[in-house]
């Protein structure tokens, strides 16, 4: 079973305006409300893909139903968890460019974050858990880390997308995949990623601070992909994106499916890259008639 953690779900907020003044009145052209979190967005691929997984984390006020809402509607299973104060809502504003507002994220009572842990408890060998977005502030920072402490052992492949600390103290626990972007990689090493090369060196490093796979997600300089075994760079067409919203989240629902349906490694990685590719160029999620169509335009190079 695919188990999926949002712990910071949101309301998305997208507007769309022609032009970002500060100080006047905007007249917004289009509108649009889903629910959101890194962990929801890789169920809703999944589930768009035909794979099921369960949704966990924590929801609260008239913005944890509406996210409740949407996760039903879109066929998903959940186990969420009901907490007092009203889930985010996380604005993104698109005019000249996409700027994107995150809203404050609830205080996650004691007893709720106990009931959370139940839930990982109950998970079994041959389940994955996929790990993904920002921790509520009044959650420890190294929250992904104790999740994982208490799978050790028990065979759950986890899967990990977070940054900062969150990334950081989870290596230790030997995740399955992590999939920082370049930035964000940088940021774990206090350096700046220009190139696949340099992607490929600092992923490398993570290898050895515990990860076993890692996808690097590096924008329209596509992705590289490195374990202990290779490393592959995959470059794709120059195309302007439509949306920035759920590429990184397609790429790790990709590679999950392709992994689940035994494709090798570097078939799950091509995938990953027409997911994650698919999703930037639309307004909506991948599909698999949207993936099939971009895989042949994808070059893998082994390095």
Same mark, same amino acid.
């Given at each position: 079973?695919?188990?999926?953690?949002?712990?910071?779900?949101?309301?998305?907020?997208?507007?769309?305006? *022609?032009?970002? !003044?500060?100080?006047?009145?905007?007249?917004?052209?289009?509108?649009?409300?889903?629910?959101?979190?890194?962990?929801?967005?890789?169920?809703?691929?999944?589930?768009?893909?035909?794979?099921? !997984?369960?949704?966990?984390?924590?929801?609260?006020?008239?913005?944890?139903?509406?996210?409740?809402?949407?996760?039903?509607?879109?066929?998903?299973?959940?186990? /969420?968890?009901?907490?007092?104060?009203?889930?985010?809502?996380?604005?993104?504003?698109?005019?000249? %460019?996409?700027?994107?507002? !995150?809203?404050?994220? @609830?205080?996650? @009572?004691?007893?709720?974050?106990?009931?959370?842990?139940?839930?990982?408890?109950?998970?079994?060998?041959?389940?994955?858990?996929?790990? &993904?977005?920002?921790?509520?502030?009044?959650? @420890?920072?190294?929250?992904?880390?104790?999740?994982?402490?208490?799978?050790?052992?028990?065979?759950?492949?986890?899967? /990990?997308? &977070?940054?900062?600390?969150?990334?950081?103290?989870?290596?230790?626990?030997?995740?399955?995949?992590?999939?920082?972007?370049?930035?964000?990689?940088?940021? /774990?090493?206090?350096?700046?990623?220009?190139?696949?090369?340099?992607?490929?060196?600092?992923?490398?490093?993570?290898?050895?601070?515990?990860?076993?796979?890692?996808?690097? !997600?590096?924008?329209?300089?596509?992705?590289?992909?490195?374990?202990?075994? &290779?490393?592959?760079?995959?470059?794709?067409?120059?195309?302007?994106?439509?949306?920035?919203?759920?590429?990184?989240?397609?790429?790790?629902?990709?590679?999950?499916?392709?992994?689940?349906?035994?494709?090798? %490694?570097?078939?799950?990685?091509?995938?990953?890259?027409?997911?994650?590719? %698919? *999703?930037?160029?639309?307004?909506?999620?991948? *599909?698999?008639?949207?993936?099939? &169509?971009?895989?042949?335009?994808?070059?893998? %190079?082994?390095?």
């Amino acid at each position: 079973m695919i188990y999926t953690v949002t712990l910071n779900p949101s309301i998305d907020y997208h507007l769309w305006i *022609t032009a970002l !003044s500060q100080g006047t009145i905007h007249q917004a052209q289009k509108e649009w409300k889903v629910a959101g979190g890194k962990g929801i967005n890789v169920s809703k691929v999944l589930r768009v893909l035909g794979e099921n !997984s369960t949704a966990l984390g924590f929801v609260g006020g008239f913005t944890g139903a509406f996210i409740q809402q949407q996760i039903e509607q879109a066929d998903i299973s959940h186990d /969420l968890i009901q907490i007092g104060q009203d889930s985010r809502i996380n604005l993104k504003i698109k005019a000249q %460019t996409e700027t994107d507002i !995150s809203g404050v994220s @609830p205080d996650i @009572p004691e007893e709720a974050l106990q009931r959370l842990m139940q839930q990982i408890d109950s998970l079994q060998s041959g389940d994955y858990l996929v790990l &993904a977005g920002s921790v509520p502030k009044s959650l @420890p920072s190294d929250m992904y880390q104790t999740i994982m402490k208490r799978l050790r052992g028990k065979g759950v492949r986890i899967f /990990l997308d &977070a940054k900062g600390k969150a990334l950081e103290t989870g290596l230790s626990e030997e995740p399955f995949l992590i999939k920082p972007n370049h930035h964000e990689l940088g940021e /774990l090493f206090g350096v700046t990623i220009a190139t696949p090369a340099e992607a490929i060196d600092m992923a490398r490093k993570s290898l050895q601070m515990g990860a076993q796979n890692v996808i690097v !997600s590096m924008a329209g300089q596509g992705a590289v992909f490195v374990n202990r075994q &290779a490393a592959y760079v995959a470059q794709i067409p120059q195309r302007k994106p439509v949306n920035s919203i759920g590429a990184g989240d397609s790429m790790v629902a990709g590679f999950l499916y392709g992994y689940r349906q035994g494709m090798d %490694t570097e078939a799950s990685f091509r995938f990953a890259v027409a997911a994650g590719s %698919t *999703t930037a160029l639309s307004e909506d999620f991948c *599909t698999h008639e949207k993936i099939k &169509a971009f895989l042949p335009e994808i070059t893998i %190079t082994a390095i």
